[in-house]
T-cell receptor, first 116, second 109 residues
Framework: NAGVMQNPRHLVRRRGQEARLRCSPM?????VYWYRQLPEEGLKFMVY????????ESGMPKERFSAEFPKEGPSILRIQQVVRGDSAAYFC??????????????FGEGSRLTVL | GIQVEQSPPDLILQEGANSTLRCNFS?????LQWFHQNPWGQLINLFY???GTKQNGRLSATTVATERYSLLYISSSQTTDSGVYFC???????????FGRGTSLIVHP
């Protein structure tokens, strides 16, 4: 029973490039959350998605950041024109629940983005 | 939004000691979870505990939802307990778990 899978685990980008982070939820989970963690800080909510729908993106910057969770395939967090301040660990979590999430989160191992 | 405060922010223990970590929250919640982030950055589920008491080995947790706090007890601590402990709470009706800033624990041999 595979857990939440994130890739890449580490990503290095130069300023101005694009970063794409992928997340496959646990089998049977249709609720996906993305969180960002800066060094020495807690996890900050970015976006909550269900299959094909963005439910809440209140924590995601309006510019350069986008997220999707297509009917087939993993959820993707995309950061365009990266800047040094985007360097962080990006964690994906999934939650069980048919229509509404149960609220229990299961995390992947994170993707660590470094912007040079 | 909901405020989540964890205390203490930092804790240093000698192996074998017991400790209590606290999570206070400012509003009624649907759900509460405790996580351990190990030194490699992995987030490990400890407890899903909206209310009541649960135990798992040397760890136990109690949530008193009516008084808006949760406690995580670590007994007979080991060096492998080192890391950061987070609580995450979900405001009633929001479906978005909010994390506290964590308690950083170091256990010395």
């Amino acid at each position: 029973n595979a857990g939440v899978m994130q890739n890449p685990r580490h990503l290095v980008r130069r300023r101005g490039q694009e970063a794409r982070l992928r997340c496959s939820p646990m089998k049977g989970h249709s609720h996906v959350y993305w969180y960002r963690q800066l060094p020495e800080e807690g996890l900050k909510f970015m976006v909550y998605l269900q299959k094909e729908n963005i439910i809440d993106e209140s924590g995601m910057p309006k510019e350069r950041f986008s997220a999707e969770f297509p009917k087939e395939g993993p959820s993707i967090l995309r950061i365009q024109q990266v800047v040094r301040g985007d360097s962080a660990a990006y964690f994906c979590a999934s939650s069980p629940g048919q229509i509404l999430p149960t609220g229990e989160l299961f995390f992947g191992e994170g993707s660590r983005l470094t912007v040079l | 939004g909901i405020q989540v405060e964890q205390s203490p922010p930092d804790l240093i223990l000698q192996e074998g000691a017991n400790s209590t970590l606290r999570c206070n929250f400012s509003d009624s919640v649907n759900n509460l979870q405790w996580f351990h982030q190990n030194p490699w950055g992995q987030l490990i589920n400890l407890f899903y505990i909206p209310s009541g008491t649960k135990q798992n080995g040397r760890l136990s947790a109690t949530t008193v939802a009516t008084e808006r706090y949760s406690l995580l007890y670590i007994s007979s601590s080991q060096t492998t307990d080192s890391g950061v402990y987070f609580c995450a709470v979900e405001l009633r009706g929001s479906y978005i778990p909010t994390f506290g800033r964590g308690t950083s624990l170091i256990v010395h041999p």
